[in-house]
């Protein structure tokens, strides 16, 4: 699958390429926050990634319990803090990726506004 290099190629890389490969295939490589389809186009296949859910700065396991399929943009904004649970993560990533959409909204808003007038 032509997916695999681009895919593999970015896997962090405390997992191996096999390991990365099984917890992609698991979760359909579908970011397992946002949902974004790693399968859809190579743009979203470039930023397909796996994260630790407890994060390895945070003595979190290699384990498949452990890791999920995730895209980059979700990934950063979870950062290395700890949930009590998965779901709790989740929430937090898709609350921050709406605060943030909202600000990028308004700003191109703004810049939109400001060339219609100017
Ligand atoms: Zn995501």
């Known amino acids: 699958m032509p997916l695999h290099l681009s895919t593999l190629h970015f896997v962090a890389a405390p997992v191996t390429l096999q390991e ?3 917890i992609l295939e ?7 926050y946002c949902g974004l389809d790693g399968r ?14 407890v994060p390895r700065a945070r003595k ?3 384990d498949v319990n452990n890791l999920v399929a995730c895209c980059r943009p ?6 290395t803090d700890v949930y009590k649970s998965f779901e709790d993560a989740k929430a937090y990533v898709l609350k921050q990726r709406e605060e943030l959409r ?3 909204q308004e700003k191109t808003a ?6 219609a007038t100017g």
Not at 26 to 32: E, I, P, Q, V
Not at 40 to 53: I, P, Q, R, Y
């Open 60 to 62: 979190g396991k290699k």
């Open 26 to 32: 698991r979760d359909d490589y579908k970011c397992r």
């Open 74 to 79: 979700c990934n950063m904004i979870k950062g």
């Open 20 to 22: 990365g490969i099984k």
């Open 40 to 53: 859809a186009s190579f743009e979203n296949a470039l930023v397909m990634s796996v994260d630790f859910v």
């Open 110 to 115: 703004a810049t939109r506004a400001k060339s």
């Open 102 to 104: 909202k600000n990028w």
